[in-house]
């Protein structure tokens, strides 16, 4: 027999090479189902006494302590009970479904959401991620970029929504995440990724929605910072305009 030889047959080799296949069957199962921690079990359209989690199961509880203090326990039992303001077009398992009232508004479709902590998200230090920089006094725009407070906010069907009278940074990247505008009487914050800024032509475009819509846009509670939920349900309702803004949105391109 030769070097590292055990039998005739078995030698160190391959015993390492087995025992490389056995450790890593067993990480792809263990991450496969610690990825099930957050979403599982699913929720049947059949009946709610099935619990589709598939395989493997979903794992046992874990607590995880919060950078800012607390915990939270994943997976939880919470469900989210909020009712679905749209029905089914057919009788079929996975039918699509159809709006019954305002899909922006009710949280349907890409306009949805989850509901996250209602918290803001925090640096390091502690302090609210994302403020107006009327809080945030060391962010400035730089000089050789276009400044949009003051510039009207274009909706798709090309009428002024209202003009931009605030911008809404992010503390731990150097960027603007939401221009805060006055349209329509009311406040609203629009997501940077959802609006152009032309400078050329002195205003901010918005394709997602009409002028009106977006003057009906949900604000947040706190005038000086903005939490996870509210995050999450302002980009939901302006996201959900792609499809939403228009009936002509809802048909087919083809």
Same mark, same amino acid.
């Given at each position: /027999?030769?070097?590292?030889?055990?039998?005739?047959?078995?030698?160190?080799?391959?015993?390492?090479?087995?025992?490389?296949?056995?450790?890593?069957?067993?990480?792809?199962? $263990?991450?496969?189902?610690?990825?099930?921690?957050?979403? $599982?079990?699913?929720?049947?359209?059949?009946?709610?006494? =099935?619990?589709?989690?598939?395989?493997?199961? =979903? +794992?046992?509880?874990?607590?995880?302590?919060?950078?800012?203090?607390?915990?939270?326990?994943?997976?939880?039992?919470?469900?989210?009970? &909020?009712?679905?303001?749209?029905?089914?077009?057919?009788?079929?398992?996975?039918?699509?479904?159809?709006?019954?009232?305002?899909?922006?508004?009710?949280? %349907?479709? +890409?306009?949805?959401?989850?509901?996250?902590?209602?918290?803001?998200?925090?640096?390091?230090?502690?302090?609210?991620?994302?403020?107006? /920089?009327? =809080?945030?006094?060391?962010?400035?725009?730089?000089?050789?970029?276009?400044?949009?407070?003051?510039?009207?906010?274009?909706?798709?069907?090309?009428? %002024?929504?209202?003009?931009?009278?605030?911008?809404? %940074?992010?503390?731990?990247? +150097?960027?603007?995440?939401?221009?805060?505008?006055?349209?329509?009487?009311?406040?609203?914050?629009?997501?940077?990724? /959802?609006? &152009?800024?032309?400078?050329?032509? &002195?205003?901010?475009?918005?394709?997602?929605?009409?002028?009106?819509?977006?003057?009906?846009?949900?604000? %947040?509670?706190?005038?000086?910072?903005?939490?996870?939920?509210?995050?999450? &349900?302002?980009?939901?309702?302006?996201?959900?305009?792609?499809?939403?803004?228009?009936?002509?949105?809802?048909? +087919?391109?083809?």
């Amino acid at each position: /027999m030769g070097t590292g030889a055990i039998t005739g047959y078995i030698d160190v080799a391959q015993l390492v090479l087995y025992a490389f296949w056995i450790f890593f069957a067993g990480l792809i199962y $263990y991450l496969h189902r610690e990825n099930k921690r957050e979403g $599982y079990p699913l929720i049947s359209d059949r009946s709610d006494r =099935i619990t589709v989690q598939g395989f493997p199961s =979903i +794992p046992t509880p874990k607590t995880f302590l919060l950078t800012h203090g607390g915990s939270v326990t994943a997976p939880n039992t919470t469900v989210d009970t &909020r009712p679905i303001a749209a029905k089914p077009v057919g009788r079929w398992l996975g039918a699509p479904l159809q709006p019954t009232g305002n899909p922006l508004h009710d949280a %349907v479709g +890409p306009a949805s959401y989850a509901e996250r902590e209602d918290q803001p998200e925090r640096t390091l230090d502690g302090l609210a991620t994302i403020v107006p /920089m009327r =809080i945030a006094i060391d962010a400035f725009v730089a000089p050789e970029d276009p400044d949009p407070r003051g510039m009207p906010v274009i909706g798709a069907d090309g009428k %002024v929504a209202g003009t931009v009278t605030e911008l809404w %940074v992010d503390r731990s990247e +150097p960027q603007i995440r939401y221009l805060e505008a006055e349209a329509g009487g009311n406040r609203v914050l629009v997501p940077m990724t /959802m609006a &152009r800024v032309h400078a050329n032509r &002195r205003q901010v475009k918005v394709e997602s929605l009409l002028a009106h819509q977006i003057a009906e846009a949900p604000f %947040v509670a706190n005038p000086d910072q903005i939490t996870k939920r509210e995050e999450d &349900r302002i980009c939901g309702y302006f996201a959900g305009g792609h499809l939403y803004a228009t009936p002509q949105r809802l048909g +087919p391109i083809l």
